[in-house]
């Protein structure tokens, strides 16, 4: 159980079980745990079925089914460019009574319709793909047939043969044309830039550490939890919560792919489909949870997509953030692009990574077209980033798409963060800039960019601790199926051995792991996404 039950806040009931490092036996069944509303959430920990739920009898053995996927070519058109809606409101606060609707004008429960959608809003066509690691629910609905026969088919049973029909999206650009179109307006390009090639080495290897008491704090997203987002903002279900330190006392979260009403176990799937949305916390009592204070919204309880994306199979399929960091009063907020998903787990194609910025305190943004990393022929080594600033500087860690790749690191002059010429990558002990000077039309560096460690990552979360003077990097190694923790005192390493954070089968369908600014050196607080549900988990670690 949480360890005070009555704080102000809604704040989700969960059974507490310290993880040691590594795979365990799965915890007892236990009933879904409840918010201080009463309502039910989701339990992100792997759970023996429940015992008073009859074991359903074997369905009757069926011949085999050879299904053959014919695809079938669909033209899709694209208007370009990209049209941007900024249509923003300041949400009312929330009721006093925080388990009252604050929306009484919508229609009350999980099933309501929710905020009208848009005409022509598109729905989630085909979800990533499901994790190799799955899970039966943690209960089980008793059967209402009565048991039929098991017995195996007879020798002469053929094969069914099932045709299936497979979509593939063609896309088509058409260019808008016209006075009335609105759309982004070319941006000036900043000046060519040579920093110099600068010396690099690596430093000593930190002295390893130890994770214990791992265990979920709080849901933060979706029906049942903590902060009621399918009641206050129709975020039923949604993942990532990335998260910085936007002004003094205020961290922004920002959340991947979101959905209203209409989602299904097992991966992203309804409808009011948002490639991304950002909320705000000034809670710094972690130890009992986490209030997200605002969300930025377009609507009465409605959070709105901040970062646009075509939504549009084998073009534009979906912009996810990854990570982000305030210079002075500007945000800023990396992303990829994904131009579609793969059928194989943990992959996907993206078309570059971008960076963003906002100067209104993150309510709108502006999408830098000068700072993108492109996929070169899916070579590109910074498609999924995590930035951070320290000393003049701000660092950019990057792995390719996907969840298989090593990772590479760049810096650039804090001042300079929008000037792509200006970066610098580390190449075999040395900061090497972008273009090899002093031809602007040299070679690009960011292809040759040196692992700074062994070992395949993927969504990566990096944190400089000022108060213990060294990085922290958490990762999810899909090779082991872990969530690990690193450490360093420079950015490029040596980095310490890994240190599990928890295994995947404890946490069936886990996955990101992205750190809270206000952690400790003592004690780590970090988000995880679970597939099952869908949905955003405040975890801790205590770090010896």
Known sequence: MLRDATVAAAVIVMTVTT?????????????????????AGFDPQARTPNPAVPVPPPAPAQPPTIQVQVVQPKITPVKIPKQVHNTRIAPAALPADLCANPCPQLAGGRARTSYPIPPGTPTWPEGPPKPAT????????????????????????LPKLQIVPQPEVIPLPVTLLGPDVTGP????????????????????????????????????????????????????????????????????????????????????????????????SSDRDLAHGMKIDTMVS????????????????????????????????RQYLSYMSVARWSKKPSRWWTNYGGLAYSDDGGQTWVDDEHVRWDNVFGQGQFQVVAMAPHDGYVYMFGTPNGRFGTIALARVPQADVLNKSAYQYWIDGFWRPTLQAPSPGGTGM???????????AGELSV????????????????????????????????WSAPATLLSTADYPSGYGGFMHPWSTDHDLYFTLSEWRHYNVYLMHASIH
């Not at 993880?19 to 309502?39: D, I, K, R, S, T």
């Not at 799955?134 to 049973?157: N, V």
């Not at 377009?298 to 982000?324: M, Q, R, W």
């Not at 400089?464 to 390493?493: C, F």
């Open 298 to 329: 377009d609507a009465p309880c409605h959070a709105t997509e901040v970062l646009g994306s075509y939504k549009v199979n084998n073009f534009e399929i979906t912009v996810i953030p990854t990570s982000g960091f305030a210079l002075g009063d």
């Open 446 to 456: 960011e292809l040759s960019a040196s692992p700074i460690m062994s070992g395949i």
């Open 134 to 157: 799955t899970t039966s629910p943690t209960t089980t609905p008793p059967s209402t047939t009565p048991p039929a026969s098991s017995a195996p088919p007879t020798p002469w049973q």
């Open 185 to 280: 307006r070319p941006q000036p390009l900043p000046p060519v830039v040579h920093p110099p090639v600068q010396p690099a080495p690596v430093t000593h290897a930190l002295a390893p550490f130890r994770i214990g008491d791992v265990y979920p704090v709080t849901q933060l997203t979706g029906p049942g939890s903590q902060n009621r987002t399918d009641m206050r903002w129709q975020v039923n279900d949604t993942d990532l919560g990335l998260m910085w330190e936007s002004a003094p006392g205020r961290v922004a979260v920002a959340f991947g792919d979101t959905f209203g009403t209409g989602f299904q176990d097992g991966g992203p799937s309804g409808g009011d489909w948002r490639s991304n949305v950002l909320g705000f």
């Open 19 to 39: 993880a040691q490092p590594g795979a365990a036996a799965p915890l007892p069944w236990a009933p879904a745990p409840v918010n201080a509303c009463g309502e």
């Open 463 to 494: 944190r400089y601790d000022t108060a213990a003077g060294r990085w922290e990097m958490s990762y999810l190694d899909a090779d082991n199926n872990v969530l690990v923790l690193r450490r360093s005192t420079t950015p490029q390493g040596i």
